[in-house]
Structures are given as C-alpha cells and as structure tokens.
C-alpha cells in the first residue's frame, strides 16, 4: 500500500462516514443517492506531492553534465504514444554515486525527421563525444507519467523498466522506432 492508497483510503472513510451521519439526519436520502456519492469518492485524488526537480534537455544537459561523476546516460522511450510520437526522456545517472537528474519529456524522438528525431540525434552525440554509455529503456506510458511529475523516484522506476531490444510491443509502428533508434545509436556500447 503507498502513501496515496493510504491517504485515499482514509478520506474515503471520512466522507462515507459523513456521509452516514447525514443520511440519519434526513431519512430522505436513498440508498441510491449513497452509492452515487461512494463512487464520486473513489474517484477523488490527493494531491500528491513532486518529490524532485526535472530538467530541460535542450537548455540544461551541459549544466547537469559537467558536474556528474561518471554518467551513464538512460534513455526511457513510451510503450504507448502520449502524442503522436513515442517520446523519449532521459535519465543521467553517476555510475559512481547513484546521484541521477530527470529530463522530460517533450524534445526527443526517435521517430519522424523534425526537431524530436534532431534533438535525440544531438543528444547521443553528445554522449558519444564524451564517451558516455548509453542504456535505452521503455517504459509504460503510466509509469512514465508518474516519474516525470515526480512521484516516482528513478530506482522505483528502472526496476520496472523493459530493456529496449527485449521489449515486446506490437505496435506496428514500434520497428521502425527500433530501426531509427538503432540509426542514431549505432556507434554507442549497446548497437
């Protein structure tokens, strides 16, 4: 059970309680009513509160970078599009300290000719000028969604994480995702 369950659980409890109370008050209230309400409960959501900063790829890579002591770079890509694209964010990671920055979503892509697909291929370039590993991950769009807004920290997050060559997505599009991603990727440690 995580805090949120926890949390949701206990303001359940609350307004049904309420909920109880009112309905002795004024015997009108059907049974119907109660469930009516009792549902509209269970799709309440706590405020969950962001647990770390993330960063922008294109303005903040060199600043995060510079001070990391041996990095090895993740690159997680969405099993499911949350736009037309899979999109690709990144994590950097000290192999040395296990000290990791987020970047989101938004700027990479390992599909189209755009600006996604030009940024991803700027960005491993720049890891392979700097002889940084890559590692290349996908991840349930669900789960991505969780880590960026910060709910979810990296290591919760790679322990779910499918190994990209290894992942089995049916999605037509996703060979020729893998067929870009291995363009770009081609001379790094794991192409």
């Known amino acids: 059970m995580t805090p949120y369950d926890f949390g949701l659980g206990v303001l359940a409890s609350w307004l049904a309680n309420r909920l109880e109370v009112a309905s002795i008050k004024t015997e009108s209230t059907s049974v119907e ?3 009516l309400n009792i549902e509209a409960i269970a799709d309440l959501k706590l405020e969950r509160k962001k ?30 599009p949350s736009t037309h694209y899979h999109l690709v964010s990144l994590v950097l990671e000290s192999s040395l300290t296990g000290e990791w920055y987020y970047f989101r979503r938004g700027r990479m892509a390992f599909q189209g000719t755009g ?25 349930e769009r669900e789960l ?30 996703w060979s020729w995702i893998k067929a870009q991603a291995s363009e770009i990727l081609r001379d790094s440690s794991i192409f």
Request: proline share 5%; charged share 25%; net charge negative.
């Open 33 to 35: 009513d109660l469930s």
């Open 51 to 80: 647990l770390f900063h993330s960063f922008d790829v294109f303005t903040q890579l060199h600043e995060v970078s510079e001070g990391l002591a041996s990095p090895v770079a993740h690159l997680l890509i969405e099993a499911e």
């Open 144 to 173: 991505m969604d969780d880590f960026e807004s910060g709910y979810m920290l990296w290591p919760q997050v790679r322990a779910k994480a499918i190994p990209f060559l290894a992942a089995n997505l049916d999605s037509e599009k």
């Open 115 to 139: 600006g996604g697909h030009q940024q991803a291929e700027r960005v491993v370039s720049i890891f392979k000028r700097e002889d940084i590993p890559i590692s290349v991950w996908v991840l």
